[in-house]
């Protein structure tokens, strides 16, 4: 069993960064895939980044490539996304989840999630 908090969600102004932090316990993120969500009202949860644990690989939605960063703290069990260049189209609530092994963009694949923090840009 995997426990995941997220912490650093915020309300910004555009074109500020925050820095959200995804905790695990219970179990390392050994072999585990960790993504980000966020999930807009009323629309499904949407893919943002991804971060394969073993190799660090990362994939990323063609809206945050080169504003987001998603990397890991092997030390501390813990996976970041950094952002960068808030825009008020980003306000949403962002999850992080793990699955094992391969990372994949569909949040139906993740087994593990976090609570949420609610990350909001203004203009």
């Known amino acids: 069993q995997v426990q995941l908090v997220e912490s650093g969600g915020g309300l910004v102004q555009a074109g500020d960064s925050l820095r959200l932090s995804c905790a695990a316990s219970?179990?390392?993120?050994?072999?585990?895939?960790t993504g980000w969500f966020r999930q807009f009202p009323g629309k499904e949860r949407e893919f943002v980044a991804a971060?394969?644990?073993?190799?660090?690989?990362?994939y990323y939605q063609d809206s945050v490539k080169g504003r987001f960063t998603v990397s890991r703290d092997n030390a501390k069990n813990t996976v970041y996304l950094q952002m960068n260049s808030l825009k008020p189209e980003d306000t949403a609530v962002y999850y992080c989840?793990?699955?094992?092994?391969?990372?994949?963009?569909?949040?139906?694949?993740?087994?593990?999630w976090g609570q949420g923090t609610q990350v909001t840009v203004s203009s």
């Open positions: 971060i394969q644990w073993t190799a660090g690989t990362t």
């Open positions: 989840a793990a699955k094992f092994w391969i990372a994949t963009m569909s949040a139906d694949d993740y087994k593990y």
């Open positions: 219970g179990r390392t993120f050994s072999n585990y895939a």
